[in-house]
């Protein structure tokens, strides 16, 4: 048992460091440890009830699950040895089981440090891509998140598990099925799995608190910025080639302020949506 892990349960807060870097190494690869540049502490809502005791087995896990090892080692190593500080979102990583959504690989390989096949020629990004995003939108119980690019269903998957609900919109048919059996399996009842334009988002449950987005476009997709709420986060990719994730936030009175995170690497994003937004 990783001690840090007695330790978070213990702490059930969420912190972040004093101060901030630029990053050092492109999180999208797995060449190493990144950290953020926010200009700004980012922190997310935390409940003490929901805070599972980490000597005990996730819920989906049963004592003897030959996974529970791999995703300690995952959560300490590869995220709270970097800047994943959100205890919220340590233990989401903890508990989501990151190989059923990644079936084709050997299970070690699913909670390595870096992205995965999935096929269709997608990816499930990096567990450190995935803890980082969540954190950067500040999840909370109350909170409506929208999931651009559902492919296997992994970010959805932790995002739902910190959220009220999770509309998730995947543009490759097959990939958005396949998401949504394996969640119902699952049991994520708070995830609906839509097929269609991720660039133009999912109107009809707008506006949401979080918008998190898997693939990149060349520019931030209008749509997503209209259908952020006043305070809400977008996290998104963006760029051809040279990419960087992003992080806009709308402020109350409708401006979007714009933070450069860290260089990464992602698939381009599909769609027809990207129109001509200057953000």
Same mark, same amino acid.
């Given at each position: ?45 935390? #409940?003490?009830?929901?805070? #599972? ?16 090892? +791999? ?36 299970? #070690? ?49 932790? +995002? ?8 998730? !919109? ?54 997503? +910025? ?37 260089? !990464? ?15």
């Amino acid at each position: 048992m990783y001690p840090f892990l007695q330790w978070l349960a213990l702490c059930g807060k969420c912190f972040s460091p004093h101060a901030e870097g630029r990053a050092t190494a492109t999180p999208g690869s797995p060449s190493g440890p990144a950290s953020t540049n926010a200009g700004q502490s980012d922190t997310c809502t935390t #409940q003490d009830n929901n805070i #599972q005791d980490p000597t005990e087995p996730p819920p989906s896990a049963s004592p003897h699950d030959a996974s529970l090892e +791999l995703r300690e080692a995952m959560v300490e190593h590869q995220l709270a040895r970097r800047d994943i500080h959100c205890a919220d979102v340590l233990q989401a990583m903890l508990t989501v089981t990151r190989h059923e959504f990644a079936p084709n690989h050997p299970l #070690q390989d699913a909670y390595a440090d870096k992205p995965l096949s999935i096929g269709h020629g997608q990816t499930i990004s990096q567990p450190y891509i995935v803890a980082l995003m969540t954190q950067l939108a500040r999840p909370a119980p109350e909170a409506r998140a929208l999931d651009i690019g559902t492919g296997s269903g992994y970010q959805a998957a932790v +995002l739902a598990s910190l959220v009220h609900s999770v509309q998730s !919109v995947e543009c490759i048919p097959a990939l958005a099925a396949q998401a949504r059996r394996r969640l119902q399996r699952m049991g994520y009842a708070n995830i609906n799995v839509h097929t269609g334009d991720g660039t133009k988002g999912w109107p009809e449950r707008s506006p949401y608190d979080i918008i998190i987005a898997a693939a990149a476009p060349d520019r931030v997709p209008p749509a997503l +910025l209209e259908q952020l709420a006043p305070g809400g986060r977008l996290i998104i990719p963006i760029g051809v080639g040279r990419q960087f994730l992003m992080l806009y936030e709308k402020q109350a009175d409708g401006m979007v302020v714009k933070s450069n995170i860290a260089q !990464v690497a992602f698939v381009p994003m599909i769609g027809n949506g990207n129109g001509d937004s200057e953000l």
